[in-house]
Structure formats: structure tokens, C-alpha cells
């Protein structure tokens, strides 16, 4: 990403995560949503045992990855019967608040029963979407229960494969979030009260996350809904666009993030639907390429360095390569096997990934081929949770622990 493209979209960003340090990692996928970070003088080779480890968390079941916000760590987990928000002092580990909620989500396919979405840290709350459907705000400094909302029983949502699994996200006084009933398929409520605001389209929920941005000059709530891309009016919820993008066959999911670059809105799901590059104008989106062979993401969100995409290609059962493109002509430049439905970070030009195997894998972005720096086992069985990176420290987790790593380089 050119420089002058990357100060452009984090001044888009600026309103959403107010008053927060630009090294910290607020929620899903980072400060600006799009795995970007403006961390510097990072480590360019790992032990062979792996960075530092600064400490580590016993924590339950889940896919939720940690957000880091003025200090804290929080970590959303199932222990036995309870969803428990967990407040960590970011750099010692050390537990400074537990809020408990009782549950009894059961996934119908057994594919765990614990939170999908990264909470998300904004307007001095944690702000936490529960595998029930249940929407919870915290005071992050306290840890006191503020309100709750229980969305699939509020606006009768009909049952999904996998739970709810969407981070929600904050835009000035609102929470917003693809809750997935009819005539509320998105809603946006009040951050300090959690009443309703305003709701819209009968789009239903998919797994990915929104992110906002400014489009044509327009600030815009972007959903990539399970019907497909719906553009919102972050204020007022005034639909500006809709398009179909999803599979054929029912049993899919869309579940990668839009990536906006600039003026241009990047679209990916797996189950045959593919990839799709739209460009905004005043009247709408004009399509720029599409294709379901360059880079069908499954559930990972890919991320850009200038003029390439690097992201994981393929569903997760069948073997999923990490790959990279050029994103404006959806070119395929390379593509590696061994990731798997891994997470990746941008830190300038270094790429961090953490492999579906938990593997830490450090490569250069690099057009021409895969230039691996250095790799370590770090984490245990199959990893699922995204990773954060926040003031030099990796946050990632498996099915048992949750680990604080030193990634500075000095």
C-alpha cells in the first residue's frame, strides 16, 4: 500500500476506535480493520523455539482472538456453562476482571460451543457478540455489566450453521451489527444504552465483519452479509448499494471481510462463489474483475502491501495455500503450500502469519515469489483465532492458552 493511499484510509478510520493509541489492537483485525499495522522494528528472525514468550492464559473453549485497548487484554471464552469476558493486564497477563454470563449454546454441526467474534474495544466498553446471539457491553476499565441485548430472540433470527460469529462494530455513539432478521438485517444501537437506533434490509447474517469507509467521498457502513456486499449510511442506515455475492448450494458461508482499498471494495468467499474487485462511483460500483480461481477465501481475510494481495486460497477441508495477487487485475503471482486457514498481519512490508497449525511464519511481501524469513512452533493443535499485534507484543491463542510473545527486535 502507498503511503499516501495508507494515511488516506487511516484518517477513514480515525472516527471508529476514538482515542486509542495507534499501536493498539482494538478489535478484529486491528485499529483499521484491515490486518494493517504501524508497527516498527519488529523481529526478522525467530528463535528457533519461537519469540519470547512474556506470559501465557489458561482460557476455554472458543475462536475468539484477543483485543488490546489502553492496557487491557481481552479475551472472550466459554469455561463450562458461562461466556466469560476476560480483562488482562496487556503486558503482565495478570487477570484484573472476569464478567460471566451464563449459556447453554450448543452447536448443532459440533463445531464448538464457544464465541466466534474478536470483542470489540471502543467508547471506553467492550463490546462482545456471543455464539447465541446475546450482545453484551462491558466497562473496559471496571469490568461492570452495562447492558445486554439478546438479538435472536428481539428480532426472531432464524437458526444459522454455526451461531453468530460477526464482530460488531462501532461508528461514533453506535454499535453495529449484521444480526440477520427480517427487516433487521443489519441494526445499529446506542452505545451507552443499547437501545435500538435504526435498523435495516433483510439481509441475513453471514460470519464476516463490517468495516467502514469513506466511498466517492461518502463515509459508508460495509457489510458483507450472507446474501452478499450491502453498503449502508453509518447515520441513518438509508441503504446506498446492494449486490448478490454467494454461493449457489445453501450450506455456505461468507465469513472473509471486505477489503477496501482506497476507492475499491475486494469480496471473497469459497463454496464455488470466488473473488469479485468493485470500484466506487457517485451512482454505485462498477465491476472491476471476478473470478472463482484466484482467490476464494474460506473464512481468513486477506491483506494488502501496495500493489499485491496476500491471502489463503481454498476451504479449509480441502487444503487451503496461502497465495499472492495483484489486486487490481486479480493476476496470481504465487502461491505456497503448507499455511493452511491461517491468520496474517501486515507490519510494513513484513507479513506475520500464524498457520492453521501454529506455526509463527515471518515472510517478506514479495511480487516475485515467497520469501520466507523464518518460521516456530508456537501454539498447540488446530488454531482457529485470529492473532493481534499490539506495542511489539503478538497475541494469539490455540484450544488451551492464550500467549503474549515479544516480537521487538531490540
Known sequence: MSPERGNSMARFFLFVVP?????????????????????????????????????????????????IAKG??????????????????????????????????SDPLGKGDGPRAVPTLAAGRVFALAANGVLTAVCLEKGEKLWSVDLLAKYDVPA???????????????????????????????????????KASNDRASYASPVVAKLAGVERAIFFTRNGLLVLDPETGKQHFAMRWRARIDASVNAASP?????????????????????????????????????????????VVGEQMYGVQGRQEEGAKLRCIDWKTGKIRWTQDGFGCGWLIAAGTLLIGMSEGGELVLFRANAEKYEELSRAKVLNGTVRAPIALAHGRLYGRDEQKLVCWNLKAD
Do not use: M
Open 19 to 67: 482515542l486509542l493509541l495507534a499501536a493498539d489492537w482494538p478489535q478484529f483485525l486491528g485499529p483499521t480493520r484491515n490486518s494493517q499495522s504501524p508497527q516498527k522494528g519488529l523481529l526478522q528472525r525467530l528463535p528457533a523455539r519461537g519469540p519470547e514468550v512474556l506470559w501465557s492464559y489458561k482460557v476455554g473453549e472458543g475462536y475468539a482472538g484477543p483485543a
Open 72 to 105: 487491557k487484554c481481552v479475551i472472550f471464552h466459554r469455561v463450562a456453562n458461562e461466556d466469560c469476558l476476560d480483562a488482562l493486564d496487556a503486558v503482565t497477563g495478570k487477570r484484573l476482571w472476569r464478567v460471566a454470563t451464563r449459556t447453554d449454546y
Open 160 to 198: 444459522s450453521y454455526f451461531g453468530v460469529g460477526t464482530a460488531p462494530l462501532v461508528i461514533g455513539d453506535k454499535v453495529l451489527v449484521n444480526v440477520g432478521g427480517e427487516g433487521a438485517g443489519v441494526v445499529a444501537f446506542d452505545v451507552q444504552t443499547g437501545k435500538e437506533v435504526w
Open 259 to 303: 477489503v477496501v482499498i482506497g476507492e475499491y471494495v475486494f469480496l471473497t468467499a469459497s463454496y464455488g462463489t470466488g473473488a469479485i474487485l468493485l470500484q466506487a462511483k457517485k451512482e454505485g460500483f462498477e465491476e472491476v474483475w471476478k473470478s472463482d480461481r484466484v482467490l476464494s477465501c474460506h473464512f481468513n481475510t486477506p491483506v
